[in-house]
Each structure stands twice: as structure tokens, then as C-alpha cells.
């Protein structure tokens, strides 16, 4: 079965520095996300990228996120100014269409800030 | 409020006894509904999802889930479970107008020999 690809799977950082999540979709996908899970809490939707611009966001996506899909093949998740609260799972998925397709997660990158 | 509410956090079965996770939803519109797995160290893989139509929806590994409407329910099921289950499992909720999946907090499955 295809895979989406994250890297790096741990990331540590320090609090106020920038963070950049990799994620590889699967080639023929148009529909992207980010969802991430606090240790112990729910699976929380970010983010939803379609032709490349943002198609529906949560309220934690605030200005201190962005998303880029830079070379076609890459999606990123940018935070410029990393937060203690930031700690999380951060999940990519893509999918190939809408709501009815299914939807690809990658294995996720654990993020600690210090 | 959109929500899904898992109401059992942590489960232990035998190897080779059924399974039923439950799972119950607030949802404004016709929901689309899913569970998805989680073994550590993975990613989410769907294990099936309901759209319309039958309201028994098989899907892989073994899994079968029934949608009631009026219980606002999507339960999972399993009629044997093998020591391979054993994982996190998710039930979510989305709609076809929105990319958006609301997750509920996570049933762990564990499972004895």
C-alpha cells in the first residue's frame, strides 16, 4: 500500500525557535492535512491544503502556523515561535479526492519543545 | 457541538474472544463515519468507514462496524480477536463538506495470550 513519509520522526527544540515538519504525500494526491494529538488527548484537526492554498483550518492554527507545498512533492508544516503547548504528535495525511476517498496518515513526528 | 465520545479509554480482552469498542457522535449534518487503528510507532490506518447505504460496513482485518442513527452510534466489532489487535483504536467523524475529521479520545485495546 502507498505511504506518506515524515520526517524527521522526533524533533526536539527549544522554546521561541522555528520548526519545520516534512511530510512526503502519496504522488497522486491532491488533498493535504495536518492533524497532531497532545499526549493523552484527542487527534486535532490543523489543517487542510487543496490546490495549493488552505481550504479549512482549525482555531489552534493561528498565524503562528503556516503550510507550503514548495517543490510538488513536499508539505510542510512551518511554527515560527514554538510554544511548550506546541509538544505534540503532528500527523500529514493526504488524500487522492474528497470526503469519500479514503485518507492516508503518515506515522507522525513527535515534537518536544523545551 | 460536533463530538465523538469513546466512553472506554482502556480494554483487555482474551485472545480469540470478541470485541465491541464503542463509539457515539454529535453531529450536526449526515455524518460520514470511520475508525481507524493505531499500532505504536504507526500512523492511523483506516480500518473502515461508513457513508451511506447498508449500515453494517465490513472492513479489513476482520472488523465490522454498524451505524444506528437513532443511537447515535457507530460500535466496532470483532468476532475473534488475535494477539495482533492489540493497538489504539479511533473512531471519527467528518461529513461531505468538510475536510475536517473529529476524533474521539481513543479506546486501548489490549490483549492476553
Known amino acids: 500500500e502507498p505511504e506518506v513519509t515524515q520526517t524527521p520522526s522526533h524533533q526536539v527544540t527549544q522554546m521561541g525557535q522555528e520548526v519545520i515538519l516534512r511530510c512526503v504525500p502519496i504522488?497522486?494526491?491532491?488533498?493535504f492535512y495536518w492533524y497532531r494529538q497532545i499526549l493523552g488527548q484527542k487527534v486535532e484537526f490543523l489543517v487542510s491544503?487543496?490546490?495549493?492554498?488552505?481550504?479549512?483550518k482549525s482555531e489552534i492554527f493561528d498565524d503562528q502556523f503556516s503550510v507550503e507545498r514548495p517543490d510538488g512533492s513536499n508539505f510542510t508544516l512551518k511554527i515560527r515561535s514554538t510554544k511548550l503547548e506546541d509538544s505534540a504528535m503532528y500527523f500529514c495525511a493526504s488524500r487522492q479526492g474528497r470526503a469519500n476517498e479514503k485518507l492516508f496518515f503518515g506515522s507522525g513526528t513527535q515534537l518536544s519543545v523545551l | 457541538a460536533q463530538s465523538v465520545t469513546q466512553p472506554d479509554i482502556h480494554i483487555t480482552v482474551s485472545e480469540g474472544a470478541s470485541l465491541e469498542l464503542r463509539c457515539n457522535y454529535s453531529y450536526g449534518a449526515t455524518p460520514y463515519l470511520f475508525w481507524y487503528v493505531q499500532s505504536p510507532g504507526q500512523g492511523l490506518q483506516l480500518l473502515l468507514k461508513y457513508f451511506s447505504g447498508d449500515t453494517l460496513v465490513q472492513g479489513i482485518k476482520g472488523f465490522e462496524a454498524e451505524f444506528k442513527r437513532s443511537q447515535s452510534s457507530f460500535n466496532l466489532r470483532k468476532p475473534s480477536v488475535h494477539w495482533s489487535d492489540a493497538a489504539e483504536y479511533f473512531c471519527?467523524?467528518?461529513?461531505?463538506?468538510?475536510?475536517?475529521?473529529?476524533f474521539g479520545t481513543g479506546t486501548r485495546l489490549q490483549v492476553f495470550p
Open positions: 504522488s497522486n494526491h491532491l488533498y
Open positions: 491544503f487543496y490546490n495549493n492554498e488552505i481550504s479549512e
Open positions: 471519527a467523524v467528518g461529513a461531505y463538506n468538510t475536510d475536517k475529521l473529529i
